[in-house]
């Protein structure tokens, strides 16, 4: 029986989203789908055009940015209710959004509030995030394209210090993360190069100690000449102005701790300090994309699709590892909206050096391309 399905988009983009769309569009194909255009605010305002695979140019799926459009809003029940007759006047039957835990928690908001109202609406997310802190699944599509961007770039910002470590003794390269470390934790990943590994890595999910990082700082100096540090950008609020707290992050952060941290080192060790703020290139790098992140991110919206056809609901796309392969098995939205993953403690170090599980566990996200 065809169906009325909906597709669309909220937060940030990634650098393999569109391939989700893709994958989404062509398991689709046998149903009357309609695209979803500029995140939650075109939920609300009803911003829905025809679409199907053919609309989407194959080259969108191996660029950053998001064909769909994207945005942030923090939605109010008004607004649920106001979307939920625009769902209706246009007779969609099933929605399914791409994003990370926020729009997993509007998904599984929407269908409360329809099922509250005795309307028949099915939902399912399609994971996407390159925080990676989506709870029930082992990884999330974005993370691992984000995560060879970091492992790309940071040894060639290290190579570079140690070729400058007498104008510049300490570095600090700030990675995304608001409140998990995951990226940072990537960005220690050296391609059997230890000679330009980071010597220091800085999470939120451990508390910043300031004379134990100044300290550090001073070791590494001791002992290899010149000190490269890597830190989340919410790895220390307490040192930035940033509204990490906002609801569904829709402020904007600017990115800053990095800095502040090498005015800190300037100031108490009297050595030169530079801080380097990577910023959306982590997200947008199509060029730099993994392989196997843009095929898991088209594997999830083929499966998004399928659920929504079989009439699944409340649930989300997951990845899993198996012997196999990945796996995608879904996951209740219950168990993932409005929730986030931090770091195990298993990897939670400030030492980049005692992170070889880590690395192992990250390494087959990376592709090879």
């Known amino acids: 029986m065809t169906m009325r399905l909906l597709i669309g988009q909220t937060g940030a983009p990634t650098s393999v989203v569109n391939a989700s769309l893709r994958g989404f569009l062509d398991a689709a194909a046998e149903h009357d789908v309609l695209a979803l255009r500029g995140g939650p605010d075109g939920l609300v305002e009803g911003r829905f055009t025809p679409v199907t695979a053919a609309d989407v140019p194959v080259a969108a799926t191996r660029h950053g940015g998001s064909w769909l ?10 607004d649920l209710d106001v979307a939920l007759d625009v769902l209706v006047a246009n007779g969609v039957d099933g929605v399914a959004l791409i994003g990370g835990n926020g729009t997993m928690a509007l998904l599984h908001a929407l269908a409360g509030r329809a099922a509250a109202r005795g309307h028949e609406l099915t939902v399912v ?18 993370y691992g394209s984000a995560a060879r961007y970091l492992t790309t770039v940071v040894p060639d910002l290290a190579r570079d ?18 409140s998990v470390g995951w990226l940072a934790l990537a960005a220690t990943w050296h391609r059997d190069d230890p000679g330009h590994a980071p010597h220091l890595v800085l999470i939120p999910e451990l508390r910043f100690d300031r004379l134990a990082f100044l300290a550090s700082v001073q070791d590494a100096l001791h002992t290899h000449g010149r000190a490269f540090v890597v830190v989340s950008e919410g790895a220390v609020p307490e040192l930035t102005d940033e509204p990490f707290g906002a609801v569904n992050h829709s402020r904007i952060i600017l990115g800053g701790v990095s800095r502040a941290l090498a005015s800190l080192v300037s100031t108490e060790l009297a050595v030169a300090a530079r801080g380097e703020v990577l910023g959306m290139a982590q997200r947008s790098a199509g060029a730099l994309a993994s392989d196997v992140d843009r095929a898991e991110a088209t594997e999830a919206g083929r499966h998004a699709a399928k659920l ?62």
Do not use: C, Q
């Open 308 to 369: 929504l056809a079989d009439r699944a609901t409340g649930l989300m796309v997951g990845l899993h590892r198996r012997s196999g392969g990945t796996g995608y098995d879904p996951v209740p939205l219950a168990e993932v909206a409005g929730r986030t993953r931090p770091v195990p403690p298993r990897w939670r170090t400030t030492r980049p050096a005692d992170l070889g599980d880590f690395h192992d566990w990250l390494s087959p996200l990376l592709g090879k391309n």
């Open 69 to 78: 459009g994207a945005g942030r809003r923090a939605v109010t029940d008004a």
């Open 161 to 178: 210090h140690a070729a400058m470590a007498g104008v510049e003794p300490v570095r600090i390269v700030e990675t995304l993360g608001r």
């Open 125 to 142: 997310g399609i994971p996407k995030t390159v925080d990676n802190d989506l709870v029930g699944i082992d990884h999330s599509p974005g």
